[in-house]
């Protein structure tokens, strides 16, 4: 790692994360999620959660999908509707606690995350857990990129995930396709983050 081992930002709050752009806000998609694009495996309703500055959601848009990003920092959303207007993409950008996804009233056949799973623990990963499998219907597919066991540092309020926590979290009502290492391309190293890229179908 370049720098400091600690994340900037990690452990503010939402809006206080992109008062100046964070290192995981790279101005394009995950090459991670930009090759699952690629490959047709996004479907459907696309919900991008912990959007951010909408990066996922708005390619989802481009390949003609209805997509929705979510996210809890107002600055952020601001900057993804703006992105979105100026690239010519419909994205609708809801800012909404994804612990709470069951208010929104609505199912998905696809949800991206980029970076949210790992900032929960205990009762709050069970919770997004929960909301996940309110939103997704039986056969709809969650994709999630987040730190791995293997990545060196300290990292804020981050978990590191092991490859058995995650099958754990998601034990329930949920098929583990794959669990593959993976990378978070960040802008202040050009290594990125050791990451796992996690795809899951409900059942």
């Known amino acids: 790692m370049v720098g ?4 900037p930002g990690v452990g503010a709050g939402p809006e206080e994360l992109y008062v100046t752009p ?3 806000d790279i101005g394009r998609p ?3 999620f ?9 479907r459907g309703r696309v919900l991008d959660v912990g959007c951010g500055t909408g990066e996922h959601a708005i390619m989802a848009a481009g390949l003609g999908l209805d997509a929705t990003g979510v996210d809890m920092a107002a600055n952020a959303l601001r900057t993804a509707e703006d992105k979105a207007r100026a690239r010519g993409r419909t994205v609708r950008f809801l800012r909404h606690d994804a612990r709470q996804l069951v208010e929104l009233g609505e199912v998905f056949d696809t949800v991206l995350d980029c970076g949210l799973f790992h900032l929960f623990g205990g009762d709050d990963r069970v919770a997004y857990v929960d909301a996940l499998r309110s939103v997704v219907p039986p056969g709809g597919r969650y994709f999630m990129l987040g730190f791995s066991d293997r990545q060196q540092g300290e990292w804020g309020r981050v978990h590191k995930l092991t490859r058995a926590e995650i099958e754990a979290a998601f034990a329930d009502g949920w098929r583990v396709d794959s669990i593959e290492p993976s990378t978070i391309d960040i802008t202040t190293d050009s290594d990125g983050i050791r990451a796992w890229l996690v795809a899951l179908t409900r059942i």
């Open 22 to 24: 964070p290192p995981w």
């Open 34 to 42: 930009l090759a699952l694009a690629e490959a047709g495996a996004l």
């Open 30 to 32: 995950q090459p991670a």
């Open 4 to 7: 400091p081992t600690r994340h």
